[in-house]
C-alpha cells in the first residue's frame, strides 16, 4: 500500500481516517482559502480540497493523498468560524429552529489518478437559547469550527435532526472516503 498523507489540520479528520483504520502521515497545505469573487460554496469547497490535496501530492508524488474542506450555509449565507462571541451568536440565532447545509468535498490524489466527491448533508437545529449562547461560547469549543458549532461535540445538544452523512457534517464523509481510497490502492478493509 502507498504512503497515505492527510492534508488538514483537522484533528477530527485524522480521528475518522483512524476510526477506520487507517493512520496517515499529516502534512498541513498552507493554501489562501479565500473564496473568488462570485464563486458559490459548492465550488469554493471543491476547489480549496483539490487544491490542498494537490499541493502536498506535489511534494510527495508516491503517496496517495487525501484532503478535504467543509461549508456550512444558510440560504445564502456561508457559515465560517466566528470572529467573536457576537459574530457565533448572530450564526446561532439564525440557525435555532432552522435547517442549515454542510458542504463537504474529499479529493484524493496520487501519481496516477484524481479524485473529487461533494457531500452534502443538512442539520435542523432546535431552539437555542442565549444562556446556552453563552455558556458554549465560554467552553472555546465554537471559537474555531466553521458555523461555530461541532456537532462531536457540546454542542450535539442543540441538533434535533440530519439529514445525510454524520462523518460528512464531522468534516469527513467515511462512506465515500472509504470507497475513494480503495479506488487509489489504499483498501480499507
Partial sequence: MALLILASASPRRLQLLQQIGLNPVVK??????TP???ESPETCVQRLALAKAKK????????????????????DELLVKPSDFLDAKAMWQKMSGNWHEILTAVAVVSADSEQLIL????????????????????TGEPQDKA???????LAAIWVKQIEGSYSSIMGL????????????????L
Avoid: N
Avoid at 448533508?121 to 461560547?137: F, P, T
Avoid at 472516503?177 to 479506488?183: D, E, G, N, R, V
Fill in 28 to 33: 498541513i497545505a498552507d493554501i489562501d482559502e
Fill in 36 to 38: 473568488l469573487p462570485g
Fill in 56 to 75: 502536498v501530492a506535489a511534494q510527495y508524488p508516491d503517496a496517495v493523498v487525501i484532503a478535504a474542506d467543509t461549508f456550512g450555509t444558510l440560504g
Fill in 119 to 138: 457531500q452534502k448533508s443538512r442539520v435542523l437545529m432546535g431552539d437555542i437559547s442565549e444562556a446556552q449562547m453563552q455558556l458554549y461560547w465560554q
Fill in 147 to 153: 458555523g461555530a458549532y461541532a456537532i462531536q461535540g
Fill in 173 to 188: 464523509p467515511l462512506h465515500e472516503t472509504a470507497k475513494m481510497l480503495a479506488a487509489a490502492a489504499c483498501p480499507v
